[in-house]
């Protein structure tokens, strides 16, 4: 009888948010409210697979934070002196 090797392990399963994490943390710096949602939904795929996004949890934290900050500039009025006032 002849013996047979059995194959060998394949490469182990990739996280399924990695990719979009990333792109939801480059987006976070430009485009907050984008990158926060791509971020949360990058997040979400990983915690369902049974991984830990950093890159997502990342980008959530950058978006977010970037987020409030416009929001209260703009509500404030600290960036009328940019365009002008009128």
Not at 16 to 44: D, N, Q
Request: include cysteine; charge should be positive.
């Amino acid at each position: 009888m002849a013996q047979y090797q059995a194959y060998p392990p394949g490469p182990p399963p990739a996280d399924p948010g990695r990719t979009l994490g990333i792109v939801g943390l480059i987006l976070a710096f430009f485009c907050s409210l984008i990158g926060l949602i791509i971020s949360i939904i990058a997040y979400r795929q990983s915690q369902q697979a049974g991984y830990k996004n950093n890159i997502a949890l990342a980008g959530i934290i950058v978006g977010a934070v970037s987020l409030a900050f416009g929001l209260i500039l703009q509500f404030t009025g600290a960036l009328a002196g940019l365009w002008g006032s009128g």
